[in-house]
Nanobody, 117 residues
Framework: QVQLVESGGGLVQAGGSLRLSCAAS????????MGWYRQAPGKQRELVAT???????NYADSMKGRFTISRDNAKNTVYLQMNNLKPEDTAVYYC???????????WGQGTQVTVSS
């Protein structure tokens, strides 16, 4: 079992930046991969970015070049640096972890990001 706690959300103007953090209750090195997803009102949850235990990253096309996912194994924390934010980035952002060798799925409670135009 692992608990994930997101922080860093808030209100920002278009073009601004935010950094989200996801603190895990145990070693993230034991996770197969971790990621960020988001869900806007009335829409399905969608992938933002993932990072494997080996540090390989993957991004949704609309986030490439603007968002950066990273991890600090010593702090058991995953980050999402978001730059050049747009109003359409407004959503609740969720941290996700998938364990190994058995792929259990864990989710945080989410953090709200609101981008004003």
């Amino acid at each position: 079992q692992v608990q994930l706690v997101e922080s860093g959300g808030g209100l920002v103007q278009a073009g601004g930046s935010l950094r989200l953090s996801c603190a895990a209750s145990r070693s993230i090195f034991s996770m197969n991969y971790m990621g960020w997803y988001r869900q806007a009102p009335g829409k399905q949850r969608e992938l933002v970015a993932t990072i494997t235990s080996g540090g390989n990253t993957n991004y949704a096309d609309s986030m490439k070049g603007r968002f950066t996912i990273s991890r600090d194994n010593a702090k058991n924390t995953v980050y999402l640096q978001m730059n050049n934010l747009k109003p359409e980035d407004t959503a609740v952002y969720y941290c996700n972890a998938v364990s190994k060798p058995v792929p259990y799925d864990y989710w945080g409670q989410g953090t709200q990001v609101t981008v004003s135009s």
